[in-house]
């Protein structure tokens, strides 16, 4: 009864969306997906989030863009917010390093994959590149974190049997669980790589690894070109292929200049448009603005 509007945090509450609306209260459904599969669902549920919503809240550019052309006909407003990152936690870690796992020394170069073992986020891509890169250049040194999801475990396995039979990635490449403390992660990292295969709705590692100052290689995919700058704050590489990966990491690996550059650029980047302050700001505004437009 006391309540003045009501937020949905995904689209997979339509039926909560509908009913805040029998009551003629003011309803945003903040959208975090870009559904593609299967294409009717997808569909279905942008247009009811729509039809029973004031407005749609998208966290990123791609987000936008995917829930419109998804969506049937509707004059429902859409606006971007991009996410924020609660930096704090980032710099809440043991003072252990992982780099020994990989057998780094200290003017090796770590580069790091993070994130869920599974078809999407592109480790085959990330194992093939590093192959190439190792065969060339004997200061590079590889650390991937994620498990798979409960019953895909065999997608983890395949990651490590592929470590173990390479010659030139075995004691050079480690896969770890993941590891909830992930600025442990990042502090063992020289250029962290965000190598998806298919859209990222935002790209959380990509935001926090220039939160802590590194340079990111992110795929030219869904919001990661709306992440990370090409040529300032990192480099942006053609999905799917690892000569175009394998090619940004060589670049990066012979200059410690331009990696420190990019870090720079990258936190500074982070500072103007990632930061969680100016994201609770955004949503306050926004809330302020539609909650005098019902009273009007």
């Not at 020394?105 to 994959?113: A, H, M, N, Q, S």
């Not at 075995?170 to 442990?184: C, D, L, S």
């Not at 992660?185 to 295969?197: L, N, Q, R, T």
């Not at 926090?208 to 090409?230: D, K, N, Y």
Request: charge should be neutral.
């Amino acid at each position: 009864r006391n309540v003045a509007l009501v937020h949905s945090n995904t689209l997979a509450v339509v039926l909560g969306g509908l009913i805040i609306r029998l009551t003629h209260r003011p309803h945003v459904c903040h959208v975090h997906e870009i559904l593609t599969k299967p294409r009717v669902i997808a569909s279905l549920l942008a247009t009811l989030s729509s039809a029973t919503s004031t407005l749609v809240i998208a966290n990123s550019r791609a987000t936008a863009e995917h829930y419109r052309e998804t969506r049937f006909a509707t004059s429902t407003p859409t606006t971007v917010i991009l996410n924020g990152v609660d930096e704090r936690r980032l710099y809440d870690h043991p003072a252990v390093s992982l780099r020994p796992l990989v057998g780094a020394d200290p003017g090796d170069i770590v580069f790091t994959l993070i994130g869920r073992v599974n078809q999407l986020k592109g480790h085959s891509v990330f194992l093939d590149s590093a192959e190439r890169v190792a065969t060339e250049l004997t200061n590079v040194r590889f650390l991937i974190t994620g498990d798979s999801f409960a019953g895909q475990e065999y997608l983890s396995s395949a990651v490590d049997r592929r470590i173990e039979s390479s010659e030139i990635l075995r004691g050079r490449m480690k896969r770890i669980p993941h590891v909830a403390e992930v600025g442990i992660v990042y502090a063992a990292s020289d250029v962290v790589v965000v190598p998806s295969i298919e859209p990222e709705s935002f790209g959380l590692v990509a935001a926090e690894a220039m939160a802590m100052g590194l340079p990111v290689i992110a795929s030219r995919i869904g919001a990661l070109p709306e992440i990370v700058e090409h040529a300032h704050t990192g480099l942006l590489v053609e999905p799917g292929d690892a000569s175009s990966l394998a090619w940004a990491m060589g670049e990066l690996s012979r200059s410690p200049a331009r990696r420190a550059e990019m870090g720079r650029e990258g936190r500074e980047r982070f500072k103007r448009r990632f930061r969680m302050e100016r994201y609770v700001e955004e949503f306050g505004r926004l809330y302020e603005r539609i909650l005098e437009d019902n009273r009007g």
